[in-house]
């Protein structure tokens, strides 16, 4: 009579439990087999937990790096526009065009900085978030459309002006319906107000002393030509912000750029998209976005409305002028 095969006498031992656990190589080859299946299970779980919150940090970083793209465009654009920018200036010398674009570039540049420095801040307090609209370089020809367009809306906003003549009235109009001014150096010429540190003290009590006389108001706010992190000053920028906090004068700079000074041709529309854009991705209560009230910017007071509407039609959102109570936005920060 035939012996019963290996794996029924395996499974009646199974059955009678007489020890095999402990003593069958086959079983315990079996138990390990097991055992490690279920490991690859929930290592394979993990894994997949693990890879759906790189997707989420990779979407972050896409949307980071397609802001700096945008900004590296800006940038080869003002290089590649600096002709335009002296055609542009009609009744400016080709130096002031020159210059102009200059500012530009060094400008769109801080936009980098700013992304880098300011893009999110996590510790922000949920709430209404406060927004200011700041115009540099004025006053312009466009400034007039600008105050109209301000004052159709009800909005109150802030212009770091320049030192110039024939816009007298400009300047006091910015005062009269209640916006705030604020310093951009007289000249803008960055030669001479970045030399040292006695040509920008110069440069700002020259405008100072003009923006007095012309509209009572002693301005204590300054925004820096290409801002504080710019690199066209010969000046270490601390030492700027040192003698403007020793004159308790603060400085702004932004977190919002319209992108209207990359010196190209800058349709409303993409004007608008980028402002929009960066108010929805930023995460901070105070939001400074710069514009520019500058010759040859039509397309910045084109804008204007749309982003106006759009950000009135946000329900957590306020349009403010700066004054002593904002927060300040800054690039750079001296703390003495
Ligand atoms: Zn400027």
Same mark, same amino acid.
């Given at each position: 009579?035939?012996?019963?095969?290996?794996?029924?006498?395996?499974?009646?031992?199974?059955?009678?439990?007489?020890?095999?656990?402990?003593?069958?190589?086959?079983?315990?080859?079996?138990?390990?087999?097991?055992?490690?299946?279920?490991?690859?299970?929930?290592?394979?779980?993990?894994?997949?937990?693990?890879?759906?919150?790189?997707?989420?940090?990779?979407?972050?970083?896409?949307?980071?790096?397609?802001?700096?793209?945008?900004?590296?465009?800006?940038?080869?654009?003002?290089?590649?526009?600096?002709?335009?920018?002296?055609?542009?200036?009609?009744?400016?010398?080709?130096?002031?065009?020159?210059?102009?674009?200059?500012?530009?570039?060094?400008?769109?540049?801080?936009?980098?900085?700013?992304?880098?420095?300011?893009?999110?801040?996590?510790?922000?307090?949920?709430?209404?978030?406060?927004?200011?609209?700041?115009?540099?370089?004025?006053?312009?020809?466009?400034?007039?459309?600008?105050?109209?367009?301000?004052?159709?809306?009800?909005?109150?906003?802030?212009?770091?002006?320049?030192?110039?003549?024939?816009?007298?009235?400009?300047?006091?109009?910015?005062?009269?319906?209640?916006?705030?001014?604020?310093?951009?150096?007289?000249?803008?010429?960055?030669?001479?107000?970045?030399?040292?540190?006695?040509?920008?003290?110069?440069?700002?009590?020259?405008?100072?002393?003009?923006?007095?006389?012309?509209?009572?108001?002693?301005?204590?706010?300054?925004?820096?030509?290409?801002?504080?992190?710019?690199?066209?000053?010969?000046?270490?920028?601390?030492?700027?912000?040192?003698?403007?906090?020793?004159?308790?004068?603060?400085?702004?700079?932004?977190?919002?750029?319209?992108?209207?000074?990359?010196?190209?041709?800058?349709?409303?529309?993409?004007?608008?998209?980028?402002?929009?854009?960066?108010?929805?991705?930023?995460?901070?209560?105070?939001?400074?976005?710069?514009?520019?009230?500058?010759?040859?910017?039509?397309? $910045?007071?084109?804008?204007?409305?749309?982003?106006?509407?759009?950000?009135?039609?946000?329900?957590?959102?306020?349009?403010?002028?700066? $004054?002593?109570?904002?927060?300040?936005?800054?690039?750079?920060?001296?703390?003495?």
């Amino acid at each position: 009579m035939r012996s019963p095969p290996a794996w029924a006498y395996f499974l009646l031992r199974v059955v009678r439990n007489d020890g095999i656990l402990m003593q069958d190589d086959k079983y315990k080859k079996l138990i390990a087999v097991m055992v490690c299946v279920g490991c690859i299970c929930v290592l394979s779980v993990f894994c997949s937990l693990l890879q759906l919150q790189n997707m989420k940090h990779m979407e972050n970083r896409m949307t980071f790096m397609e802001n700096m793209l945008l900004a590296m465009n800006r940038i080869e654009a003002g290089n590649r526009s600096a002709e335009e920018v002296i055609r542009m200036n009609a009744d400016g010398s080709m130096e002031a065009g020159q210059q102009s674009a200059e500012a530009d570039v060094v400008e769109v540049e801080q936009d980098i900085n700013m992304s880098a420095a300011l893009g999110k801040n996590a510790e922000e307090e949920e709430g209404i978030i406060k927004i200011y609209l700041t115009f540099d370089d004025g006053p312009s020809i466009y400034t007039d459309d600008i105050l109209d367009i301000l004052d159709k809306y009800g909005v109150k906003a802030t212009f770091f002006v320049n030192g110039k003549e024939g816009y007298e009235e400009q300047y006091r109009r910015i005062v009269a319906e209640g916006h705030t001014l604020g310093m951009h150096s007289y000249s803008h010429d960055y030669s001479k107000v970045y030399a040292d540190l006695d040509s920008f003290a110069d440069d700002m009590y020259t405008l100072q002393t003009y923006l007095y006389e012309l509209t009572g108001v002693e301005c204590e706010l300054y925004r820096f030509p290409g801002g504080s992190s710019n690199n066209a000053s010969k000046i270490d920028m601390t030492r700027c912000i040192q003698y403007l906090n020793a004159k308790g004068i603060r400085y702004f700079d932004w977190n919002v750029s319209s992108g209207d000074a990359s010196g190209g041709y800058k349709s409303a529309d993409t004007i608008a998209l980028n402002v929009m854009s960066q108010i929805k991705a930023l995460d901070a209560d105070t939001m400074v976005v710069l514009f520019h009230d500058a010759s040859g910017k039509s397309t $910045t007071v084109e804008a204007l409305p749309m982003i106006i509407e759009k950000i009135q039609a946000m329900d957590d959102t306020e349009l403010l002028p700066i $004054t002593d109570d904002t927060q300040p936005i800054q690039h750079i920060s001296v703390h003495e």
